[in-house]
């Protein structure tokens, strides 16, 4: 019985505890603060009272972004990366905040959590990034970075927007590096996709890495898309596509996106026609079907 009573009391009063911690959060978030008193808040050991502040940032919007810049310099570690937090909950938002977060992304003496962070918030603000692009193409480059921080710098030039015709030659210089990752490798093949035909002067880069056996499946299938990508401005990879197709030691995946280049090609593909209708498909359905959706491109094309 003792017992019983007791369990009770003790449940009771942690019960109590909890709710009155709630109580003070609610309250604490429903009074009126200047911006200044909430990022001082940014720092407090307390979680609660910090997720307090950060929801109360969050509510001035691009308002608050100049004070939040300016406190960076001066808060506790902890104060200071839950500041960039709020910056990339704020997301496009925080677009006056591209220079500084070009600049932590950049900073090797930052923590990689930080960097991270505010190369995550630089592929949230998008197009209003772009300034960033120099630096982040540099951070790509650079093998004497964390992989962590190549791949993430080039995640970030994805979302930001197509790369320059400049950074573009960067980008195909690390995709030229066999020794390089083959992760950020095959995220640079992703980004020249996004300038579509304009990336054609990489396709003697792109074709050396499809033809190569030995080179990681990851990386030539994303080569294998981009060509893909350029449609008729790949036309002079047509007879190693063809090769491919006809390549029944060639993955399965590598031959279908072979298939579905040439159909892109249109009408410029015609002579791979007599390829494409004696392959053998055997059983492989989506094979099969990649190569008449191919016939039909071309045809279609020649109409």
């Known amino acids: 019985m003792k017992r019983a009573t007791l369990f009770l009391l ?8 909890c ?15 200047p911006a200044k008193q909430w990022i001082s808040m940014l720092g407090d050991k307390n979680e609660r009272i910090r997720t307090a502040a950060i929801l109360a940032l969050e509510e001035n919007g691009s308002d608050v972004v ?26 496009p938002k925080a677009k006056e905040a591209v220079p500084t977060l070009t600049g932590i992304a950049g900073d090797a003496k930052e923590t990689k959590c930080n960097r991270f962070l505010a190369m995550r918030t630089l592929q949230r ?17 650079d093998q004497k970075q964390p992989e962590c921080i190549r791949v993430q710098a080039a995640k ?4 930001i927007g197509p790369p320059s015709p400049a950074a573009a030659e960067s980008i195909v210089a690390v995709l030229k590096d066999k020794d390089d990752c ?9 980004l020249l996709r996004e300038l579509g035909p304009e990336c054609k002067d990489a396709l003697p880069t792109l074709l050396v890495i499809l033809k190569n056996k030995e080179e990681c499946r990851g990386l030539r299938i994303s080569a294998a ?43 410029d593909a015609k002579t791979a026609i007599p390829s494409l209708s004696s392959v053998s498909v055997g059983q492989d359905k989506l094979f099969k079907k990649a190569v008449q959706k191919a016939l039909e491109e071309i045809r279609e094309a020649q109409v």
């Not at 939040?68 to 902890?78: F, I, P």
């Open 125 to 141: 603000i998008g197009t209003d990034a772009r300034a960033a692009v120099p630096s982040l193409v540099g951070l790509v480059k």
């Open 66 to 91: 100049p004070e939040l810049l300016e406190a960076l310099g001066t808060e506790n570690e902890q104060g200071r990366h839950e500041i960039l937090v709020v910056l990339y909950d704020l997301g």
């Open 10 to 17: 003790i449940t009771s009063i942690i019960s109590w505890a």
């Open 156 to 159: 970030a030039l994805r979302e």
């Open 225 to 267: 898309k981009t060509i893909g990508h350029m449609g008729p401005d790949a036309r002079e990879a047509l007879p190693a596509l063809i090769e491919i197709l006809k390549d029944e030691t060639e993955p399965h995946s590598i031959r279908i996106l072979s298939a579905k280049a040439i159909g892109h090609m249109g009408s």
């Open 182 to 190: 083959n992760c950020v490798r095959v995220l640079c093949a992703k």
């Open 19 to 33: 709710n009155a911690e709630e109580i003070d959060q609610r309250q604490a978030f429903s009074l009126k603060k």
